[in-house]
């Protein structure tokens, strides 16, 4: 927003805007990453497009409601930028950025509650490096870019053009792949079916007495018929023995 848009509103209500903007904007980025987190079963990737589509969509909703006032800046960077170009002066520049630090530890204080969370704690992500610093230079850079862009060529397209370029995982909402979990699913126990369970021991004991019985009337039978071949090979013969091979059980 112009100098000249946000001289209707004194200062005092610029800045609360601010603070205001800002703490709903962590809650809704805190709150949407815890939620994500417990209702994803532990997939990373479904948990970050929970939390980057809830980002921009209430990144949308509150430029709309607070652009006007404020600018909706709630970042520090963007707010050093509007200075630069003369959208804010400088001697309310402490004054933005103190709101936006006391707005931005309101709502995660508030998102913390909702979620019966520790009100603050440390963050256990390791954040260093090289590659993570050229990642937030990249991501503020891109983010400055659309603001001047769109707000100088197309203005009210400004606020979906900026909900656009935070949705995909860029800057330091990107996971590494060390901290990445793989999703491990439960795996039931396996029982037996009645009809494959092994024989008894009294099961097994006749199964093999009446194999034993098989065989031995399979050799008997087999024995006489290589004796009728032996001896004779008219078909009467071969008549009164073949039923031998199939005695009675």
Known sequence: MAATEMQHFTLARRVTAEGIGTALLLAAVIGSG???????AGSVGLA???????????????????????????????TLA????????????????GAQVMGAFAGV??????????????????RAGGA???????????????????????????????????TPPTGSRRPRPSRIRRLRLPVP????????????????SSLSSSV?????????GSSRIQLSRRTSFRPNTWATNLPIHGARR
């Open 34 to 40: 815890i939620m994500g987190e417990r209702l994803s």
């Open 132 to 166: 993570q610093t050229f990642s937030e230079f990249v991501a503020t850079f891109g983010l400055v870019a659309v603001i001047w862009g769109c707000a100088r060529l197309r203005a009210p397209a400004v606020p979906f053009a900026v909900a656009a370029y935070i």
């Open 48 to 78: 970050l497009l929970a939390n980057t589509l809830a980002t921009g969509a209430a990144l949308v909703a509150l430029i709309l409601t607070f652009g006007p006032i404020s600018g909706a800046h709630f970042n520090p960077a963007v």
């Open 212 to 220: 034993r019985r098989r065989r031995q009337r399979y050799s008997v």
């Open 109 to 126: 204080a508030a998102a913390h509650t909702m979620f019966e969370a520790p009100l603050f704690f440390a963050s256990r992500h390791v």
């Open 82 to 97: 509007e200075a630069s170009q003369g959208g804010v002066r400088w001697v309310e520049v402490p004054a933005y950025i």
């Open 189 to 204: 126990p396996v029982t037996p079916s009645p009809a494959f369970a092994p024989p008894t021991s009294r099961g097994s």
